[in-house]
């Protein structure tokens, strides 16, 4: 049961040059999006300037994705999540977001889909690629 990055929460809009990659992804079998992912999602918009309106559009729109598609969502937030993204940031490099994501998949069961090959440097993780 992979998890999402967030990259694929983006990927979903229909302008996104990866948009039919992540509708690809959707059909992974158990394919979860952790909370990690949602959170990020939400700050980046906001980061952009979205209006408060706007993200709360966008979360409906994935909301409405998940349900169709019947992908449940993943929370993993708790302290060990926490204490496993500082290991990750500190031991491999990774950003914050890319760390917390990685954390969360490990919890869940060590794939991620994504992109990013920032995941690769995690020997414990697997990436599936969302486009190829």
Do not use: C, W
């Amino acid at each position: 049961m992979p998890v999402a990055d967030t990259e694929l929460l983006f990927a979903l809009n229909p302008r996104d040059k990866r948009h039919k990659g992540a509708l690809k992804a959707l059909s992974i079998k158990g394919l979860k999006v952790p909370d990690t992912a949602i959170l990020e999602f939400q700050i980046v918009l906001k980061a952009r300037g979205r209006k408060t309106s706007e993200i709360s559009s966008a979360m409906q729109a994935l909301r409405h994705i998940f349900r169709q598609r019947k992908i449940k969502e993943v929370s993993t937030i708790s302290i060990d999540l926490f204490i496993k993204q500082s290991e990750i940031e500190e031991k491999y490099g990774l950003t914050y977001f890319d760390s917390l994501i990685a954390a969360s998949a490990l919890m869940v069961d060590g794939m991620v889909v994504s992109d990013d090959k920032a995941f690769d440097k995690i020997p414990m993780l697997k990436r599936i690629p969302l486009t190829t």
